[in-house]
């Protein structure tokens, strides 16, 4: 057996040997590397008076954005420093797959009802978002 056979075999046998030797996190580790290719970065800028009822509403997404296909990576509320700047990022393989996601956000009717709970409240008054890709490891 010469090098390029061997190597095309382990090739083979790596989804199959990675799961037994380095345990399920790996595979998946691994899935979910080529499966982001695309992450989008949300920056809200929000009444400071109201960050619990934006805690409610971004907790709300936890549930709805992987239902309409995003990998919700998190939400994340001030703590020190700025009180009124929040972040939340999702991450997609494609552009395709997050404007199928934007579809089904208008369509599903949690979504409809979180977005309709924050213009209600006022709780958001600038949202900027911004595509990003994540550097190999």
């Known amino acids: 057996m010469n090098r390029r056979t061997m190597l095309q075999g382990a090739s083979l046998l790596a989804p199959i040997l990675n799961p037994l030797l380095w345990g399920e996190a790996s595979a998946h580790a ?12 949300i920056r809200y800028q929000i009444d400071p008076f109201k960050r619990d009822a934006f805690e ?11 239902a309409c296909g995003g990998d919700l990576l998190g939400y994340f509320m001030p703590s ?21 996601y934007r579809a089904k ?4 009717p949690a979504s409809k009802a979180n977005f309709e709970f924050a213009e209600r409240e006022r709780l958001i ?5 911004e ?3 994540p550097v190999k490891k």
Do not use: Q
Not at 105 to 108: F, G, Q
Not at 125 to 129: D, G, M
């Open 131 to 133: 595509f990003l890709r």
């Open 125 to 129: 008054l600038r949202e900027e978002r």
């Open 80 to 100: 020190e420093g700025t009180n009124d700047v929040a972040h939340a990022m999702i991450g997609f393989d494609s552009l395709a797959a997050y404007e199928t």
């Open 56 to 66: 409610r509403y971004a907790e709300a997404w936890g549930k709805i954005i992987p």
């Open 30 to 41: 691994e899935t979910e590397e080529k499966k982001m290719s695309i992450v989008c970065h």
């Open 105 to 108: 956000l208008r369509s599903d």
